[in-house]
């Protein structure tokens, strides 16, 4: 089992651009969820999804866009990339006994 | 509002001290209380975690306090070693709902040996 896995580990954006990150697990896992870590400000749930075909907002949605056609991949689109969007991006991923699990980050960075 | 307050933000310890960590909930319909370890570079590991009806959970050298009626709960790590230098991370959530996890701003315990 790889677990959670995330690409790329490190991006550089200028703003205005977009780009996707990936997320993919291989536990069978209904629940995925993004989050993104500051300085002092522990993590901030982005968007999240219950299952195939369901996603929903987070706390901090907006300027983010998510979609869930498999249960294996999540991915975390930027639309439109701001210098306040740098930030390290976690990908994680749970069943119903509500562990959950983490990627090992994406570092990104918007000039 | 933040709903889950955390302190102290860092800490430091002997080597073979007790750790404490501290935090603080809003939210009475969150009915999971995971501690989370993150070490730097890598994504956040479940450590323990609790539930309400229980007051107390102990994994090694991990023990969990939990207070419903003060909305608080607290690890303790005994036996600190610098290998348990990381940054801790409390969370809540709702039954069957850990993705929609609230966090924690986090605690960096450093271990001096």
């Known amino acids: 089992n790889a677990g959670v896995t995330q690409t790329p580990k490190f991006q550089v954006l200028k703003t205005g651009q977009s780009m996707t990150l990936q997320c993919a697990q291989d536990?069978?896992?209904?629940?995925m969820s993004w989050y993104r870590q500051d300085p002092g400000m522990g993590l901030r749930l982005i968007h999240y999804?219950?299952?195939?075909?369901?996603?929903d907002q987070g706390e901090v949605p907006n300027g983010y866009n998510v979609s869930r056609s498999t249960t294996e991949d999540f991915p975390l689109r930027l639309l439109s990339a701001a210098p306040s969007q740098t930030s390290v991006y976690f990908c994680?991923?749970?069943?119903?006994?509500?562990?959950?699990?983490f990627g090992p980050g994406t570092r990104l960075l918007v000039l | 509002q933040q709903q889950v307050k955390q302190s102290p933000q860092s800490l430091i310890v002997q080597k073979g001290g007790i750790s404490i960590i501290n935090c603080a909930y809003e939210?009475?319909?969150?009915?999971?209380f995971p501690w989370y370890q993150q070490f730097p570079g890598k994504g956040p590991a479940l450590l323990i975690a609790?539930?309400?009806?229980?007051s107390e959970k102990k994994e090694g050298r991990f023990t969990i306090s939990f207070n419903k009626s003060a909305k608080q709960f607290s690890l303790h790590i005994m036996d600190s070693q610098p290998g348990d230098s990381a940054t801790y991370f409390c969370?809540?959530?709702?039954?069957?709902?850990?993705?929609?996890?609230?966090f924690g701003d986090g605690t960096t315990l450093t271990v001096k040996p």
């Open positions: 994680a991923s749970g069943d119903r006994q509500e562990t959950q699990y």
């Open positions: 536990m069978n896992h209904e629940y």
């Open positions: 999804s219950v299952g195939a075909g369901i996603t």
């Open positions: 939210n009475t319909a969150f009915d999971y």
């Open positions: 609790i539930r309400p009806d229980v």
């Open positions: 969370a809540a959530s709702m039954r069957f709902n850990a993705g929609k996890s609230t």
